[in-house]
């Protein structure tokens, strides 16, 4: 049972285009999101969250949406670099649980080309 | 502010031994969680320790357990290794009494069963 998933295995675009990650859910009882980058070799890091009372959020050339309704977030990075390229998440929680346990999607590969 | 850590970095065991792979929690963070990310997989949840209490588990057989100790580091046993058991394994250490807060994930240790 999937109830974070990200559809799109990889995404290539070009050097200072946007970049559209996108993710969908399917428990209504997630309320706080949020998106890792993953480098070989490394562990997720953190990238940018968005609580279920906003459907906004901007973090410099990361701007993460969320559509409550249609249970889809998505994450826009504008202008894409070829530092961006890496393994991108989708994380779920219930936010109202302390702990913050996270449910990922399967990853979506970005390749920026230069 | 130091990190999360993980040790050891790289390890191979034979199917049937047991193991035991142990993270330090970025500083000042009281709760640790541990996932398995296979591959080609996101990470998926195996349980999270808060004040040296397990607070949370995910879907994985009682073979895996855990310990936090007091200074909120924390460890990962799996006992009876199986081939599946061939994954990357991360820490994430988090604020428990912070309510939306992200997790910040370590580089992980990649466990080779044979």
């Known amino acids: 049972d999937q109830q974070v998933k990200q559809n799109s295995p990889s995404l290539s675009v070009q050097e200072g285009r946007i970049s559209i990650l996108n993710c969908d859910y399917t428990?209504?009882?997630?309320?706080?999101f949020l998106w890792y980058k993953k480098y070989p070799a490394e562990g997720p890091t953190f990238l940018i969250s968005i609580s279920s009372i906003k459907d906004k959020n901007e973090d410099g050339r990361f701007t993460v949406f969320l559509n409550k309704s249609a249970k889809h977030l998505s994450l826009h990075i504008v202008p894409s670099q070829p530092g961006d390229s890496a393994v991108y998440f989708c994380?779920?929680?219930?936010?109202?649980?302390?702990?913050?346990?996270?449910?990922f999607g399967a990853g979506t590969i970005l390749r920026v080309k230069s | 502010e130091t990190g999360v850590t993980q040790s050891p970095t790289h390890l191979i065991k034979t199917r049937g031994q047991q193991v035991t792979l142990r993270c330090s929690s970025q500083?000042?963070?009281?709760?640790v969680s541990w996932y398995q990310q296979a591959l080609g997989q996101g990470p998926q949840f195996i349980f999270q320790?808060?004040?040296?209490?397990?607070?949370g588990r995910g879907n994985f057989p009682p073979r895996f357990s855990g310990l936090q100790f007091p200074n909120y580091s924390s460890e990962l046993n799996v006992n009876a290794l199986e081939l599946d058991d061939s994954a990357l394994y991360l820490c994430?250490?988090?604020?428990?009494?912070?309510?939306?807060?992200?997790?910040?994930f370590g580089q992980g240790t990649r466990l080779t069963v044979v």
């Open positions: 428990n209504s009882m997630f309320d706080y």
């Open positions: 320790y808060y004040r040296e209490e397990e607070n």
């Open positions: 994430a250490s988090s604020l428990a009494s912070k309510m939306n807060t992200e997790a910040f």
């Open positions: 994380a779920a929680s219930v936010g109202r649980e302390y702990g913050n346990k996270l449910v």
């Open positions: 500083s000042g963070h009281n709760t």
